[in-house]
């Protein structure tokens, strides 16, 4: 073997995702640096390659750190405390705590929050996530710790709390000096309007200064979630929720649209025009479904308009789940319950938990396939077991039969992150233990109680006096009364 080698895995079932999708059943992986520098049939001189680390691959396979393309770290000690509520009830609950958050004054939470979360994805092989928070700044360092690869950015709102503006966005100013292209570049900012239904206009347009401002900066927003984004959208003046965005200067090929549950064929085709990206998130909708009758996110005709579509996990302490690679088994499995079978064949899914969410976040060109020349981020799985037996069809086998216990490496930048199922960078019982710590702080400062068979929330009362008043408020008379213009001028 030629050259300088940090990392050489040889004797693998390599899984490149690459524009052939192509596999090798006895494949070498080499990296140097943080660069893969080998993507290839295994030679007899791999085997006795002079490198920091050797990986025997017999019996293992190699694949792309999955990529997490839209998330929310901060109430991850909330974990199975939201999951049995009634819809409403959680909304409310989470509103509360989340206007806390924004504040400060749950910091220490949210850092505990934001480490649990990057011990978890890390042990499930996702390298990459995209993460939208009140508070990213009390997130970012915490994470970045582990050694993943991720993007931060603050929410900016002013229809769904009563924090002003301008502080807002100070925050969201202070936080791109000070976090964008940290960490050897593996942390990134992004502009994050929240939503596009409690964003008024005028702050949309300031998102769109903000955005012509910082040029490098991906923009991450919840788009067409819910039956009422067009109907906001008309009372800030927008044809629908594309249009507003388009009006502001936003939709174009940096901008990433979490959902897109109601979005229409008219939809699509502009997405596809202006090269923006979609992620899809179906196990969120899947547990808190609100309406049985709300179509479902249109994927295929978002892929076959040439998207990219990436999946991302949202709350996962909503729904009790840090697997994304169970995210594209729900993907498959809600589209052909909610349309017909064969919605997806098991490659497309692959490639949406890989080289789609990167180039979603506009990476693809870094990360997401293993080829040479890409940064070294990849998984190595045990493969020679009862459960992958007999090995056939290596797609639809990761995407509806792996799981986070399957992940034995995990490498980020050329880095081992996970050796063997051992942390190398983090020390998990001190994040449990951080994590148990706040959460009694928690309960011990709130009404909250928690215990082995679920948790007790304030009362209705008690959370009513939490919860911000004057933003929710002009959100909701702006929906009542564009409703009722709309059911005049139909």
């Known amino acids: 073997m030629n050259g300088h080698a940090d990392i050489v895995i040889h004797d693998a079932l390599v899984v490149t995702v690459d524009d052939q999708n192509r596999l090798f059943?006895?494949?070498?992986?080499?990296?140097?640096?943080?660069?893969i520098t080998a993507v290839r049939e295994t030679r007899p001189a791999d085997r006795r390659a002079?490198?920091?680390?050797?990986?025997?691959?017999?019996?293992?396979?190699?694949?792309?750190?999955?990529?997490?393309?839209?998330?929310h770290l901060e109430m991850t000690p909330f974990f199975g405390a939201f999951g049995d509520m009634q819809p409403a009830e959680m909304a409310t609950q989470m509103?509360?705590?989340?206007?806390?958050?924004?504040?400060?004054?749950?910091?220490?939470?949210?850092?505990?929050?934001?480490?649990?979360?990057?011990?978890?994805?890390?042990?499930?092989?996702?390298?990459?996530?995209?993460?939208?928070?009140?508070?990213?700044?009390?997130?970012?360092?915490?994470?970045?710790?582990?050694?993943?690869?991720?993007?931060?950015?603050?929410?900016?709102s002013d229809l769904f709390w009563d924090h002003p503006v301008a502080e807002q966005v100070e925050r969201f100013r202070s936080f791109v000096a000070d976090y964008h292209e940290s960490y050897d570049g593996r942390i990134r900012a992004t502009l994050c309007p929240h939503d596009d239904w409690s964003v008024s206009r005028e702050l949309w347009e300031r998102c769109g200064d903000l955005a012509a401002e910082y040029p490098e900066l991906p923009v991450h927003?919840?788009?067409?979630?819910?039956?009422?984004?067009?109907?906001?959208?008309?009372?800030?003046?927008?044809?629908?929720?594309?249009?507003?965005?388009?009006?502001?200067?936003?939709?174009?090929d940096r901008l990433v649209g979490a959902h897109y549950l109601t979005a229409e064929d008219a939809d699509v085709d502009r997405t596809a025009e202006a090269g923006a990206s979609v992620v899809h998130c179906p196990s969120v909708f899947c547990h808190w479904n609100p309406d049985s009758d709300v179509q479902w996110t249109p994927v295929p005709e978002l892929r076959d308009a040439g998207v990219d579509v990436g999946l991302g996990i949202d709350d996962h302490y909503w729904h009790d789940?840090?697997?994304?690679?169970?995210?594209?088994?729900?993907?498959?499995?809600?589209?052909?319950?909610?349309?017909?079978?064969?919605?997806y064949d098991s490659v497309e899914l692959l490639r949406m938990l890989t080289i789609e969410g990167a180039r979603a976040l506009g990476v693809g060109d870094e990360i997401g396939s293993l080829e040479p020349g890409k940064r070294a981020d990849l998984v190595v799985l045990e493969?020679?077991?009862?459960?992958?037996?007999p090995p056939t069809n290596v797609s639809a086998q990761l995407v509806g039969n792996a799981g986070p216990g399957d992940v034995e490496t995990v490498v980020?930048?050329?880095?081992?992150?996970?050796?063997?199922?051992?942390?190398r960078t983090v020390d998990p019982g001190v994040v449990q233990s951080r994590v148990e710590s706040a959460l009694d702080r928690f309960e011990r400062e709130s009404d909250w109680t928690f215990s082995l068979t679920g948790s007790d929330p304030p009362s209705r009362t008690e959370v009513a006096k939490q919860l911000p008043k004057r933003g929710p408020a002009r959100m909701l008379s702006r929906i009542a009364l564009q409703s009722a213009k709309d059911t005049v001028f139909r």
Request: glycine residues 12%; hydrophobic residues 45%.
């Open 25 to 35: 059943r006895n494949g070498t992986v080499v990296v140097a640096d943080d660069t």
């Open 383 to 389: 493969w020679d077991v009862p459960k992958f037996t």
């Open 321 to 343: 789940s840090y697997d994304m690679f169970g995210e594209a088994r729900q993907a498959r499995l809600a589209a052909n319950l909610k349309r017909s079978a064969n919605q």
């Open 50 to 71: 002079d490198a920091g680390h050797v990986i025997d691959g017999d019996g293992r396979l190699v694949m792309p750190g999955l990529v997490n393309a839209h998330t």
């Open 95 to 156: 509103t509360a705590v989340f206007d806390a958050l924004w504040t400060g004054e749950l910091d220490y939470l949210a850092e505990a929050g934001a480490a649990l979360a990057a011990v978890n994805f890390l042990r499930g092989g996702v390298t990459t996530v995209n993460s939208m928070d009140a508070r990213p700044r009390a997130c970012v360092d915490a994470y970045a710790e582990t050694g993943l690869r991720g993007f931060f950015g603050p929410g900016l």
């Open 412 to 423: 980020v930048d050329g880095r081992v992150l996970l050796d063997r199922g051992t942390y």
């Open 221 to 252: 927003t919840h788009l067409l979630e819910l039956e009422y984004s067009d109907v906001i959208a008309r009372s800030n003046g927008g044809a629908d929720s594309l249009a507003l965005l388009e009006d502001v200067g936003l939709l174009d």
